[in-house]
């Protein structure tokens, strides 16, 4: 992998409607984190119509070996990984490859039949046959019926759990196989009938490989990752690049090499949570986004089809607090709806947190965390290594501290 992650400020805060000094608070408060022993290190960009107005490192990217975080250090951005799955597999979609009424068991056989969990325990499930198919639209929305084992919050995620899929995979099943293996398990609910945070972005994943005729890392590498430059975002970081990556860290800052290990040698592409990144890769996906599909002249997808994808999908325009399961997710619930592909902003006083209705955000499982503003034309990215990422409110504290900067 070649090191492009040359980034500097591009524009005064002034001069793009911030007052520096209240930026300043954001390094101010994760350094904060750093000293207390909350967070091991951190990085973050805040932007305005693509130009960087405010970078900021601190702490540690390896605490053992005091090896400090730099604007190069790659992260684990778990769950960051689906926004681009999603972006891929549009792409595709605007190639006339699929409809997103499509049920995905035209592409993926193992999902015809799917039954759905009425009863019973995770030893005696009690199911019945679905009367709506998973189709490709439920996979984008996370409304499929499908789980993550890690929730612990349901019989069937205890049945994922059973079947060796917690933050993970088994060793030696890959993508396909791990799919197959889902579509064996029983859903939570009718396809289409609420919202789950689950795996359905693995499938979404699995979809673009059987369409593509690929590997999901040379698909995302043709669609994504090649015609936004974004050379570092990665599924196996390996060779000089090790140097320059992060240690996972766990609460008290205990080290957890074994959540971590996947990305290093993974055995599984996993469209849901596989990718490593970098501050700078990032940052090009955000103007990426804010540029509606485009970026540096490069056009991935169209204008109308990122309009299409930054609309609340969720039936009747509700939030998740009405048509979410209160599990583990990466954005609130109460005002917040979701898109094809990440969360969207419907309504910042139900959050409680400051904001502009139209925000598209997501972040991953270790801490991170992106958004972008269309609206105020802002984006910010935000990395470091701390498993789970509810240990801290940092994501809604970012956003107070960088809109209350705002002074233009």
Do not use: C
Not at 268 to 274: E, I, P, R, T
């Amino acid at each position: 992998m070649t090191t492009t992650s040359a980034l500097a400020v591009e524009v005064e805060a002034a001069e793009a409607g911030f007052d520096a000094a209240r930026l300043d608070r954001v390094d101010t408060l994760l350094d904060r984190y750093v000293s207390d022993g909350k967070l091991p290190g951190w990085s973050v960009l805040v932007a305005r119509d693509g130009r960087i107005v405010h970078l900021g490192t601190g702490g540690l990217r390896d605490v053992e070996s005091g090896l400090p975080v730099e604007l190069d250090t790659l992260f684990r951005i778990y769950s960051m990984t689906k926004p681009i799955t999603s972006v891929a597999a549009m792409a595709l979609y605007e190639r006339g490859a699929f409809e997103l009424t499509d049920p995905v068991a035209k592409f993926l056989p193992e999902f015809s039949g799917m039954r759905v969990f009425t009863g019973g325990s995770d030893l005696k499930p009690a199911t019945v046959p679905a009367t709506e198919p998973i189709r490709i639209w439920h996979l984008l929305t996370h409304t499929s019926g499908l789980t993550y084992g890690f929730h612990r919050a349901h019989p069937v995620d205890a049945l994922y759990r059973a079947a060796g899929y917690d933050w993970s995979a088994p060793l030696g099943v890959d993508l396909a196989g791990a799919v197959e293996a889902f579509a064996a398990l029983p859903l939570l609910f009718e396809p289409g009938m609420e919202w789950n945070y689950s795996v359905s972005t693995d499938v979404l994943g699995r979809l673009v490989e059987v369409i593509s005729g690929k590997p999901l890392d040379e698909a995302f590498d043709e669609l994504v990752l090649g015609p936004l430059a974004m050379h570092e975002t990665t599924f196996a970081v390996s060779g000089p690049d090790l140097d320059r990556f992060a240690a996972l860290y766990t609460p008290g800052l205990r080290r957890a090499d074994e959540l971590g290990a996947g990305f290093v040698s993974p055995h599984w592409l996993s469209g849901g949570g596989g990718l490593s990144s970098t501050l700078h890769d990032y940052h090009r996906f955000t103007r990426f986004l804010l540029g509606r599909g485009t970026l540096d002249g490069v056009r991935v997808l169209g204008d109308r089809t990122m309009r299409y994808m930054a609309r609340n999908h969720l039936p009747g325009n509700v939030d998740l607090a009405k048509f979410g399961r209160p599990l583990f997710a990466e954005a609130p619930f109460d005002g917040v709806g979701f898109g094809l592909g990440f969360s969207v902003l419907l309504d910042p006083a139900a959050t409680h947190t400051l904001g502009t209705a139209g925000e598209l955000a997501w972040g991953g499982a270790a801490s991170t965390a992106f958004w972008v503003d269309p609206v105020e034309r802002i984006s910010v990215v935000f990395m470091t290594q701390l498993m789970p990422s509810s240990t801290y409110p940092i994501r809604s504290q970012l956003r107070q501290l960088v809109y209350s900067a705002l002074v233009d």
